[in-house]
Nanobody, 113 residues
Framework: EVQLVESGGGLVQPGGSLRLSCAASGFIFRAYAMSWVRQAPGKGLEWVSGISSGGGSISYADSVKGRFTISRDNAKNTVYLQMISLQPEDTAVYYC??????WGQGTQVSVSS
């Protein structure tokens, strides 16, 4: 059974930083690309970033480019999202996503003064 467990969310002030983690199990993690997707209050899902199975190909949404960094540790079956210079518009539930349709429970990120 595929399981994705996010952690690392919280409340931070504008300009702050957080590092999200997604621990994966139930599949051969090193063989699959992974993504982070977020959902802001009252809005739809927004793709944030993706990383290839080996980590050599990475992409970001324009809204987070230069501020967020995705990475993975295939030995630990974990994908990360380092977020800096957080802004109120980054407030959302952040989900780890494995295609075609596997999701974690999400972790709340709130940016507010």
């Amino acid at each position: 059974e595929v399981q994705l467990v996010e952690s690392g969310g919280g409340l931070v002030q504008p300009g702050g930083s957080l590092r999200l983690s997604c621990a994966a199990s139930g599949f051969i993690f090193r063989a699959y690309a992974m993504s982070w997707v977020r959902q802001a209050p009252g809005k739809g899902l927004e793709w944030v970033s993706g990383i290839s199975s080996g980590g050599g190909s990475i992409s970001y949404a324009d809204s987070v480019k230069g501020r967020f960094t995705i990475s993975r540790d295939n030995a630990k079956n974990t994908v990360y999202l380092q977020m800096i210079s957080l802004q109120p518009e980054d407030t959302a539930v952040y989900y780890c996503h494995l295609r075609p349709n596997y999701w974690g429970q999400g972790t709340q990120v709130s940016v507010s003064s």
